[in-house]
């Protein structure tokens, strides 16, 4: 169930990092990130209403607060570190976030088998591959070195204490909407923030293009909920270094979704990381 689970979240979030992806194109980012978790909120209010997960509220939802803090300030920086570039450099180093809730499970005790412990080795060194990393070419800026190992810090940090959020189905509901108004809040604050400095939140060609946006921005924002979801379950269900790398192979599947969907072909490098991705799950699921 862990593996199923976690599985399952690296689809969820890579085709939500896909989607957004594309969104960024016609849509200022923050904007992008402010509106689907906006939308994400509306259904998860539904659904704490509709089976009274407020009544499972306790000391646990401050764990999603902070969760909903870290997230969107993970993410900020991961867009200026971006904007720095190259992407090549920022995006697998941005994958290295998986090192937090590994760690965080170690310390709690977890104990994979022999098998699992090279499955976890293999599986981070493909997530890296498959980001298609730049070995070649102009220095990297230091600064966009930090920004990226603070926002790899910072969704490290959102997965472990997403997990640590509730114990039980109903509880996780009200736990994801607490972190979604956090977003929200925090999200909303930074557009502002950019706002008055001069930055857009609308797209150039007006907020028609929002509009026409919502199914696309609505899935966005609920893919990511339901991975933060089902990354919870298989934390709780298994150990959480397991759970954490199979959860953390969403690079692959976005990597993917833009062969197909874009028809960007894949570097040899990111092939060959799809490949130890795939020989990293078989052996963190078998072990």
């Known amino acids: 169930m862990t ?3 976690a599985l399952a979240t690296s689809l969820l979030w890579g085709l939500a990092d896909f989607g957004g992806g594309l969104l960024t194109r016609r849509i200022p980012a923050l904007t ?3 509106v689907s978790q906006t ?9 704490v209403l509709a089976t009274g997960a407020w009544t499972e509220a306790g000391p646990g939802l401050w764990y999603a607060v902070a969760a909903g803090v870290v997230g969107p300030a993970a993410m900020l920086a991961f867009y200026k570190a971006l904007a720095l570039g190259p992407m090549g450099v920022v995006s697998p180093l941005g994958s290295l976030g998986v ?19 090279a499955g976890i080795g293999v599986a981070v060194a493909g997530v890296v ?29 959102v997965m472990a204490l997403i997990a640590e959020a509730s114990t039980t189905v109903t509880g996780l509901f009200l736990a994801l909407f607490v972190q979604r108004v956090t977003n929200v ?21 007006g907020p028609g293009v929002i509009r026409a946006a919502l199914p696309a921005l609505a899935f966005v924002g609920l893919a990511d909920v339901a ?43 990111q092939a060959a990381g799809a490949g130890l991705a795939l020989v990293g799950t078989v052996l963190l699921a078998t072990g």
């Open 3 to 5: 593996a199923l689970f």
């Open 32 to 34: 992008v990130v402010v």
């Open 39 to 47: 939308l994400a909120v509306i259904v998860l209010g539904a659904v």
């Open 99 to 117: 090192v937090v809730p590994v760690s965080v499970g170690l310390l709690l005790g977890d104990r994979p088998g022999v098998l699992q412990f």
């Open 129 to 157: 591959l498959a980001g298609g990393p730049e070995l070649r070419g102009a220095p990297v800026r230091r600064q966009a070195v930090l920004l990226t190992l603070v926002a790899a810090f910072g969704f490290g940090s």
């Open 185 to 205: 809040l925090v999200g909303g604050a930074a557009l502002a923030a950019s706002v008055r400095r001069g930055g857009r939140a609308l797209p150039e060609e």
């Open 227 to 269: 991975a933060n979801g089902t990354y919870a379950v298989a934390a709780q269900q298994g150990p959480v270094a397991v759970a954490a790398v199979l959860a953390s192979l969403y690079p692959v599947v976005t990597a993917l979704a833009a062969r197909a969907v874009l028809k960007e072909r894949l570097r040899a490098v």
